[in-house]
């Protein structure tokens, strides 16, 4: 079975200041994808970055990139030069080769202060 | 296209009485799931389907939780008889196969129910 932990409930940080968001996973299963999404007070649910177990490098995406520790089983986020838009709840989530679900994290609620 | 589109955006109904949940995946993804979610238990997955057919309603609450999928562009989730801990946002979400592929998320359904 799949777990996503995510240890953060909230989160407080400065404009413009990088941010981590832990996230560490639970399966034995060798191939396997990690997702990132951000949820505004909106409410949708917004994807942000993809990383595959057997990725080389950690994958980017504009001012996102994945801090990927696979001995770890740790796809920690950072956010770099924090903006007050970023302010959202952020789940990561994990699926195995195979099943087409994804699981999510209990999320982290990340306030950018000005 | 027009995303993932779910109806009603928000629901209010009497303890008892019968809930239907209407989604619209996105045209060509063959994978649709619905989750609830909670303050208390967060995302949950409650179903999903591949071309149609349910693969895992492992996550379905109990049997008063039923889901169709009729045909590639239609899925309902249905509650008879709701009860007040049913009240959560309910989200439709859409993929194509494959292990990068994202799930696209609907504005979610809030049902409240009094």
């Known amino acids: 079975a799949q777990k996503i932990t995510q240890t953060q409930p909230g989160m407080f940080v400065q404009e413009k200041e990088a941010v981590t968001l832990d996230c560490t996973y639970d399966t034995s299963d060798p191939s396997y994808g990690l997702f990132w999404y951000k949820q505004p007070s909106s409410g949708e649910m917004i994807f942000l970055i993809y990383q595959g177990s057997y990725d080389q490098q950690n994958a980017t995406e504009g001012r996102y990139s994945l801090n990927f520790q696979k001995a770890r089983k740790s796809a920690n986020l950072v956010i770099s030069a924090s903006q007050l838009g970023d302010s959202a709840m952020y789940f990561c989530a994990t699926r195995l080769q195979g099943a087409q679900k994804l699981v999510f994290g209990q999320g982290t609620r990340l306030t950018i202060n000005p | ?114």
Not at chain 2, 6 to 35: A, N
């Open chain 2, 1 to 114: 296209d027009a995303g993932v589109i779910q109806s009603p955006r928000h629901e209010v109904t009497e303890m008892g009485q019968e809930v239907t949940l209407r989604c619209k995946p996105i045209s060509g993804h063959d994978y649709l799931f619905w989750y609830r979610q909670t303050m208390m238990r967060g995302l949950e997955l409650l179903i999903y389907f591949n071309n149609n057919v349910p693969i895992d309603d492992s996550g379905m609450p109990e049997d008063r939780f039923s889901a169709k999928m009729p045909n590639a562009s239609f899925s309902t989730l249905k509650i008879q008889p709701s009860e007040p801990r049913d009240s959560a946002v309910y989200f439709c979400a859409s993929s194509r196969t494959g292990g990068s592929a994202e799930a696209f998320f609907g504005q979610g359904t809030r049902l409240t129910v009094v």
